[in-house]
């Protein structure tokens, strides 16, 4: 059964299948974060969209935290959610100081981005927003690449080309854009970032190709104006 059979309207097998794979994922640990810590960072994000009048509480949100996330971690939990817009590098130097790390800060910054996606869209076909999963037991792996500098953003990031390492050039291949690297201190969540944006928005092996129409009632242009009027609207940086 499709993730979205609730919904009235058709939605594509493609992005269904990413959207009920990377609910599933979420379930898992992470690279900084147990399953049940990277659930809590969700679940406070969609509690910040209830209070803030842009979601609806579902009858059936799944799995509840049983854990409280730290101070510090729930300020940029709802700051993200609610206000990206208002971030700057003085509160993320903040969070740093108040003992958040730069990986964690990451790891947060990747969960909001991909679950308030997919929550804003389950809102725009009119269904309820989907169960959380439940938490499956392990460890994250902790794994920070090794290769990671600072280069233009306020947290490492992997290189392009040859300063990424043999890592960074299985990680992007030959080329990659410096705003889809700004998550690659977690590789994880860059991965799974690309993986979404693969199917949601297009291939990126098709990126230069401007005749290229990866949605059927959209052709490229169009899909383009969209996402520049979108990114206008949230006060994008880019």
């Not at 953003?153 to 043999?166: E, F, L, R, S």
Request: with cysteine; proline share 9%.
């Amino acid at each position: 059964m499709s993730f979205y059979a609730d919904s009235t309207y058709p939605v594509r097998e493609d992005v269904a299948a990413i959207h009920a794979y990377q609910f599933e994922q979420l379930g898992s640990p992470g690279t900084w974060g147990t399953a049940a810590q990277r659930i809590a960072i969700v679940s406070e994000a969609r509690e910040a969209g209830y209070q803030a009048g842009v979601l609806e509480i579902p009858d059936n949100p799944g799995t509840m935290p049983e854990m409280e996330l730290s101070d510090v971690a729930r300020r940029v939990v709802h700051r993200l959610a609610v206000s990206p817009k208002d971030m700057d590098q003085d509160f993320y130097d903040q969070a740093l100081e108040e003992g958040l790390s730069d990986v964690e800060y990451v790891e947060i910054v990747g969960l909001i981005a991909r679950f308030t996606c997919f929550d804003v869209f389950a809102r725009g076909i009119g269904i309820p927003l989907k169960p959380l999963p439940a938490p499956q037991p392990g460890q994250p792996t902790r794994d920070r690449p090794a290769t990671a500098v600072l280069e233009k953003a306020w947290v490492p990031t992997i290189p392009a080309g040859p300063d990424g390492g043999d890592f960074g050039l299985a990680l992007f291949g030959p080329w990659q854009p410096y705003i889809m690297r700004g998550l690659s201190l977690v590789p994880d969540e860059y991965q799974a970032h690309h993986d979404l944006e693969e199917v949601q928005y297009m291939p990126s092996a098709h990126f230069m190709e401007f005749d290229y129409q990866h949605h059927e009632g959209l052709t490229r242009p169009q899909a383009e104006i969209v996402a520049s009027r979108v990114s206008a609207l949230n006060e994008c940086f880019y």
